[in-house]
Nanobody, 122 residues
């Protein structure tokens, strides 16, 4: 599967953005999907995960209650709705896919898209 993230940009603190990740291929619904982010000088970190059906979601504590992951298997797309953004959310955001269940480690995902930059100004 090939992935392409989009939707990043510059937003003020307290604002919202919605990221999209479009996947190629006819088997998108068999993959569980994750969002990760990497801030300058920091390691890539887990943000959110959604199961292949969309029935189960998991979030990093730092984004719980502010971010929502969702997917539309008919459109081969996974989304990350980000509300109440903070300057510390500034990072390049990546979507990733794996054929198995829930995971939060970078090395557990075999497929990655190019990132999209989110900048939150104070």
């Amino acid at each position: 599967v090939q992935l392409q993230a989009s939707g990043g940009g510059l937003v003020q603190a307290g604002g919202s953005l919605r990221l999209s990740c479009a996947a190629s291929g006819r088997t998108f619904s068999t993959y569980s999907m994750g969002w990760f982010r990497q801030a300058p000088g920091k390691e890539r970190e887990f943000v959110a995960h959604i199961s292949w059906s969309g029935g189960h979601t998991y979030y990093a504590d730092s984004v719980k209650g502010r971010f929502t992951i969702s997917r539309d298997n008919a459109k081969n797309t996974v989304y990350l709705q980000m509300n109440s953004l903070k300057p510390e959310d500034t990072a390049v955001y990546y979507c990733a896919a794996r054929l198995r269940g829930a995971a939060m480690r970078v090395d557990e995902f075999g497929y990655w898209g190019r990132g999209t930059l989110v900048t939150v100004s104070s």
